[in-house]
Structures are given as structure tokens and as C-alpha cells.
């Protein structure tokens, strides 16, 4: 999106962006509709009110700025800002290169999908600014700020099959250590702004432990512990202990060189037969403060953008609802900033149709959509809950607004909502048998279709293991209904005898759940 040129003083622009102050009428509907409460079958709680006076939306209006440079000015006339980020890239390499077979089968790689060159630099293109300011902060090589091409291909959305995500593809267990939320609502690891910084806090503690960026890259990408004893096996035999010495996974073998031949694309385009768009040398996008819970949906809307789009800035939430208290901030492009600061202020009454409510007991979803006065199917999708499970007490969904629960979510439940949930398995029996001559845990096991693991379990001894005649047996058994008065009951505390296949006697007993217990599997 090309930003019209001017002169913008961000701590000025509440007044420049209130001369306007309607909102836009609402977009056409479009197939990639967010989930709401009119989409679930809800009434909303949202209702378009007139806009207040100019002077009120002027003195409500939200806080709009760079959010690497907060309080900066943004000159968009001014020459450098005209100037191609390419080429401030360029100036900024300062790793040694490298050149080997590994460089040149990456170069070959790309030189051979230039429309897959092409769609990364462009989707690059949104967030290349951002990085690169927030690599000269540090004083690091601009090299680091091309580590996402080959990351993630600059998609805040990828998911690796080992579970790491965003952009920087950071694992959840490394996303917390540098702060990263992952809840209910959000993961920070596909904000684009919070994971830059994340992972070059992690790439410059990687960097002071290993004193060599190859290593910290290798260490990025497989472990710190792992380039460490790596090291440690090249010292103890005499061997150099540089990358390209190091005995490691070929995934890492070929990082770093995958990393030098972007480089080297970037450098010189044209020796690969590849063109890279033209970057602009100024921010992409500015951030919105939000001081209120908002819909998703309602937030594009208010910047008059497409859901799907607005959704490229803002891929962190997990939920279709943004929440005040976590911090949030929309990143926008410049005009949609605009568009989005000055619909806010002139916006009365609420903005979210959801909210958190926390289980007071454990529920049955069925039961916990019925107290919330929306449908099983909805709350399950919208809150992921799998069949056949209960949701914990103290676990917290998210639900539409109304009566008692209609307030914003609080900064507690935004950073540190979860959800438990628990097989919502039948009550188990215990029966208790004597065995019989030459019981088995195997002929025990066949006889109740259990397996023998399970039976071993119980009884503590080992699946191969034979009883003694007479000794006492434990099994768990679904519970079945008995008739009681002339209806069926399960009896919870009822004991019963019966015969085993092999004359011996069974007291059974029926109980809602044995601690420790697995339930009895069908083979």
C-alpha cells in the first residue's frame, strides 16, 4: 500500500486526525467473517450510536505513533524516507561471509522459484522497516534482519510440525523466557512487533555467550545446550571449533549458509536473475492504543480495512476479541491509522461483544453454554473445547456479553487465562474377585476385555504375573444400571455379588472415579 506523502508529528497528530469525526459505513460482508455473537445465533450488544461533538472525539482521541520510535517524528516528504530500505540494509551487512557448497545449492534453490522470491520479499516488505530499526538500536549486523525469509518466509501465521510459531518461530518454552503470553487470547509470538524484540534479545544473549554470530545463529536454531556440547567435542579432539567445524544436524549445517545466500540476493539481485520489490525507508504501519476491550471485527471495521488484512497486522490474538489490559495495540497502515484513531473517538458505548468468564465448578460445555445462553456447538468451537470432555473448575471461557457478565477482561485473566479440561468418562465399578486355579493376569485380562497392563496396574504386579488360588483380584468395570421402584439407577454406593466364569465370588462396587485409575480399554 503506497502512503500518501506528508509531514506527520506523531505527538501531534490527535489534532490533525479529528477533522473528521463519522464513522465509515460498514464494509460488505465478506466470507472470511470473524465469529460474533449475531454469527452464533447471540443478540449483540454493540448498537452504531451518533457520533459526539467534534471537541469530545479531539479530547478521546487514542494515542496513534511508530511504535519502534514512540513520540518521533514521521516525515514522509523527507528524502530519506523516499529512499529504497534495500540499500540502508545493504550498509548495515557485517558478518563475514561465507562460501561453500551449502551457499551455493540456497542460491540455486531461489534463483529457480523466483514467484516464491517475489511473494516473500513482498509479504517482507510490511514489516522489513520495523526490523531493521530494531537491529541498529542494538548495533547489530543487518543481516539478522533477514533471518525471517528463511524462518518463516516472513509469515507471523507459520507453524512449525514441532510446534514453533510467528514470524522469528519461536517454541513456546523459549517465547515465555522472553515474555512472550501465550493464553487463551493471545500469542505474542505472532505479534510482530513483541517477537522482533524477543528474538534479538535472544540472537544478542546467544551472541555475548558464544562470541560469534554463526555459532549464536546455529545456536537459534538448535540449541544452545546442543552448540555447547558440539564445541565441547571438537575441544576435546584437537579440532577447530567454528561452524563450519562443528558436527551438527543438517538442518543447521545449511542455516547460516541459507542465511548467506539471501544475503547475497539482496546484495545483487540481478546476478540471480531476480528483481526485489522497492521498500519505502519509512514505517509500514503505526499502532493504535486501545484503552477498551474491541472486537476483532469491530477494529477492522473502524479502520476500514478487509477482516483478512487486518488480520496480516494483527495476527496475535487467538480469539476475536483484542483486550485492553493485555497492552494490545493495532498496527495499521498510515491511512487506516487515520481511519481508525478518529472512528474510535467518535465511537460510543461498547465495542466488544465478548468477555472472559471463569468456571465457578466444573461443567459439562452443554451445561456451561446453557449459563451463558449460547449454544454447545459455539462455545466449544469458539473455545476449542474437544467432545467428550468437562471443563475444570476455575478454567476460563471466553462468552458473550450480558447481564452479570459484561465487563472488560481484567489484566489478571489477559495475561494468565487457561483452560483445564477432563475425560468425561463413565463412573468404573470396582469389583473385587478371588482368583481361581492358575489365574493369570492375562486370563483375567481376556475374560473382562481389559488389557493386561491395566490389570497389572491394579493389582501391582508385573503383566506376566500369576495369582495364587483365592487371592484377591481388583478390576474396574463400567458401571451399569440397576432398577430401582421401577426406574434406573446407578447406585453409586451400592454393593452387589456375582459369580465369575470360574465360580469364585465378586463384590462389586459402584464409584463415580478411583484416583489413579485408567478406564478399561475395549480390546
Keep these: 500500500m503506497s502512503l500518501r506523502p506528508q509531514t506527520l508529528a506523531l505527538s501531534g497528530l490527535a489534532l490533525l486526525l479529528s477533522a473528521c469525526a463519522s464513522l465509515p459505513p460498514p464494509p460488505p460482508a465478506s466470507a472470511n467473517a470473524q465469529q460474533s455473537p449475531q454469527s452464533l445465533g447471540i443478540k449483540p450488544s454493540i448498537a452504531p450510536l451518533d457520533p459526539p461533538p467534534v471537541a469530545s472525539a479531539r479530547a478521546a482521541m487514542p494515542q496513534v505513533e511508530d511504535d ?12 530519506a524516507a523516499r529512499d529504497d530500505l534495500w540499500e540502508r540494509i545493504r550498509r ?9 557448497e551449502g551457499v551455493s545449492r540456497a542460491e540455486a534453490w531461489y534463483r ?22 530494531e537491529v541498529e538500536k542494538r548495533g547489530m549486523p543487518m543481516e539478522l534482519a533477514l533471518l525471517p525469509f528463511i524462518e518463516s518466509a516472513f509469515n507471523p501465521h507459520a507453524v512449525s510440525s514441532a510446534k514453533a510459531t510467528g514470524m522469528w518461530q519461536f517454541m513456546p518454552a523459549t517465547g515465555r523466557d522472553f515474555d512472550l503470553k501465550q493464553n487463551i487470547f493471545r500469542d505474542d509470538r505472532r505479534d510482530v512487533l513483541a517477537s522482533t524484540r524477543a528474538a534479538l534479545d535472544y540472537l544478542g544473549r546467544l551472541h555475548a555467550m558464544f562470541g560469534d554470530w554463526h555459532l549464536a545463529l546455529a545456536a537459534y536454531n538448535w540449541g544452545q545446550g546442543n552448540v555447547q556440547r558440539a564445541i565441547a567435542r571438537n575441544q576435546k579432539a584437537g579440532r577447530p571449533t567454528d561452524y563450519e567445524s562443528l558436527r551438527m544436524p543438517d538442518e543447521t549445517r545449511f542455516y547460516v549458509p541459507k542465511l548467506q545466500a539471501v544475503k547475497n540476493i539482496v546484495q545483487r539481485p540481478e546476478a540471480f536473475a531476480l528483481t526485489l520489490p522497492p521498500v519505502a525507508n519509512h514505517p509500514y504501519f503505526l499502532s493504535v492504543a486501545i484503552d477498551r476491550d474491541i472486537d476483532v471485527e469491530v477494529a477492522a471495521r473502524l479502520a476500514d480495512m478487509p477482516l483478512d488484512r487486518f488480520k496480516q497486522f494483527n495476527p496475535q490474538a487467538n480469539k476475536p476479541v483484542l483486550l485492553a489490559a493485555a497492552g494490545s495495540k493495532v498496527l495499521l497502515p498510515y491511512d487506516n491509522a487515520e481511519a481508525c484513531a478518529r472512528n474510535l473517538a467518535a465511537h460510543r458505548g461498547p465495542l466488544a461483544s465478548w468477555t472472559a468468564w471463569v468456571l465457578p465448578r466444573t461443567m459439562k460445555p452443554g451445561e456451561a453454554a446453557r449459563e451463558v445462553g449460547m449454544s454447545e456447538d459455539a462455545l466449544r468451537e469458539l473455545n476449542r473445547i474437544p467432545p467428550r470432555m468437562l471443563v475444570k473448575a ?44 492358575g489365574e493369570t493376569v492375562a486370563s483375567v485380562a481376556r475374560r473382562y476385555k481389559l488389557s493386561t497392563s491395566q490389570v497389572a496396574q491394579w493389582n501391582k504386579v508385573s503383566p506376566q504375573a500369576s495369582f495364587k488360588t483365592g487371592q484377591t483380584l481388583v478390576v474396574y468395570l463400567a458401571a451399569k444400571p440397576r432398577v430401582e421402584k421401577g426406574r434406573v439407577s446407578r447406585g453409586a454406593g451400592a454393593k452387589v455379588a456375582r459369580s465369575t466364569p470360574n465360580g469364585a465370588r465378586a463384590s462389586v462396587k459402584t464409584a463415580r472415579s478411583v484416583a489413579g485409575v485408567q478406564k478399561p480399554s475395549k480390546r
Design 92 to 100: 548495515g551487512f557485517a558478518m563475514p561471509d561465507l562460501d561453500n
Design 112 to 133: 529457480d522459484r523466483p514467484d516464491y522470491v517475489a511473494r516473500m520479499t513482498e509479504r517482507g516488505s510490511r514489516y522489513l522497516y520495523h526490523i531493521v530499526v
Design 68 to 79: 519502534v520510535q514512540p513520540g518521533s517524528q514521521v516525515n514522509l516528504d523527507d528524502s
Design 394 to 437: 476455575g478454567s476460563t471461557l471466553l462468552v458473550p456479553r450480558g447481564g452479570k457478565r459484561d465487563q472488560d477482561v481484567s489484566e489478571h485473566l489477559a495475561d494468565n487465562a487457561s483452560i483445564s479440561l477432563a475425560p468425561d468418562a463413565p463412573p468404573l465399578r470396582r469389583v473385587s474377585l478371588k482368583a481361581g486355579k
